[in-house]
């Protein structure tokens, strides 16, 4: 069959890899994919969200099956562009339709959903711009610190977390009245502060049944220590020892059973990842927020650990028999660590000429952010490579991923030292 891969990340380099590994895959497409793609598949330069060309070309080239990587096309539609079009009905789409992915794309869509089918979250409350002032006053009846998320899509940064009451009454006010994420903070979520330790755990779902996927923690804040401005992500660690057999089981039972049926009962068609981003709070599961999709960069340590097919595991999404595949995930530790543009959450440079590549031994370099120019990789944007080390334990892991880095090269070139120290000092 032929499948055509919506994206141009490192998540999208690892679901071309995967795809490619499967003995069902025919001709392989990326749009627009990025230098590693290019090696291993065909780009094809369309944006993901350009549904018209997309359509014209899974017919002219006959794809099977689209499988979206970022969350844009999901929120705008795609799966339903699809569904409703009588000549590409035929092509399965891996994503949700528009009212699920608002699971992702509204924050306070998601929050009511939670709270309707009794899913451990955190207490909230929305505000617009016409509520600002009650907003200001919601904040003064919590305790610090404080949790603001603009209610759509912000590319990973619409999350601000304030120390003190006078930083969030500014940030607030930032964010509803300036504009401060555009047209994503036109409303804004006010959480109560969870204390705990991150991770995120991942689900592929047909609508019936579903596959939880390895659990993982990744790394957001562009300083070692966690410290700085939110990114993409700058690492990422599956397995995680603090989400053990115990927790798991209590994150099936009161998270992920629920959500399914959630959904199910509110009629909404689901046929995708689930991402759910959570905290442990003392044992005992909280959902910070959902996501539509794999993440960037915890799919680099999730989909290594994975031996058996994906993209069978996605043909049985239609049929909903995803329960009758196989889901074989090793048991090894998966490590990455994410290289950047200096200056990146911010401003960086493009163009720089990437060295070292096939330097790197023992662990698996993921391209994300780069293009080829004369014959040479060069950088493409923010997060341009993901290095992911396997080991028997995340010291040897970490060890791999590390080596690997150190072996690629660019002018301005920066990645966070400190990746997995935390989960380390736990063991």
Not at 178 to 187: I, L, M, R, Y
Not at 216 to 221: E, I, Q, T
Not at 237 to 254: L, T
Request: glycine share 10%; proline share 3%.
């Amino acid at each position: 069959m032929n499948i055509l891969v919506l994206g141009s990340g490192g998540r999208e380099y690892v679901f071309t890899e995967k795809i490619k590994e499967s003995e069902n895959c025919g001709n392989l497409f990326v749009a627009p994919g990025n230098a590693g793609t290019a090696q291993i598949a065909k780009n094809i330069d369309i944006n993901p969200t350009d549904f018209d060309n997309i359509a014209d070309f899974c017919l002219k080239e006959n794809i099977s099956m689209v499988v979206v990587g970022p969350e844009a096309p999901l929120v705008a539609g795609i799966t339903d562009y699809f569904s409703e079009k009588e000549e590409l009905r035929n092509i399965q789409v891996i994503g949700p339709g528009k009212e699920g992915a608002n699971l992702e794309g509204s924050k306070e869509f998601a929050k009511s959903f939670m709270q309707r089918h009794n899913i451990p979250t955190a207490a909230y409350a929305s505000f617009e711009q016409a509520t600002l002032s009650e907003g200001l006053n919601y904040l003064k009846s919590l305790n610090p610190p404080y949790v603001l998320k603009a209610d759509g899509l912000a590319g990973g940064k619409g999350v601000v977390i304030c120390e003190n009451l006078k930083t969030a009454e500014k940030t607030l006010t930032e964010m509803l009245q300036d504009k401060k994420f555009g047209e994503a903070s036109s409303k804004v979520v006010i959480e109560e502060f969870l204390n705990g330790i991150e991770l995120s755990v991942f689900v592929l779902t047909d609508g019936e049944n579903y596959k939880v996927l390895p659990a993982a923690k990744d790394y957001k804040r562009i300083g070692e220590g966690d410290t700085g401005l939110n990114t993409g992500g700058m690492g990422a660690i599956s397995p995680v020892k603090f989400a053990d057999a115990d927790f798991m089981q209590k994150v099936e039972s009161k998270i992920i059973n629920p959500t399914i049926k959630g959904l199910k009962k509110d009629k909404i068609n689901y046929q995708g990842f689930i991402f759910i981003g959570l905290m442990n709070v003392a044992g005992e599961p909280y959902v910070i927020e959902y996501n539509v999709r794999m993440g960037d960069p915890e799919t680099q340590v999730v989909l290594a650990r994975l031996e058996s097919d994906l993209l069978k595991s996605f043909e049985s999404l239609r049929s909903k028999s995803l329960h009758k595949e196989e889901f074989k995930i090793s048991d090894n530790t998966a490590a990455t660590v994410v290289l950047v543009a200096g200056g990146y959450p911010e401003s960086y440079q493009k163009g720089k000429v990437i060295k070292g590549l096939n330097e790197v031994e023992n662990a698996k370099v993921f391209h994300a952010g780069t293009s080829s120019k004369d014959g040479e990789v060069v950088t493409a944007g923010g997060r341009v490579l993901a290095i992911t080390g396997m080991g028997e334990d995340l010291k040897s892991a970490l060890k791999k991923a590390y080596d690997g880095a150190n072996k690629v090269c660019w002018d301005d070139i920066y990645y966070r030292k400190d990746i997995g120290q935390d989960l380390l000092a736990l063991e």
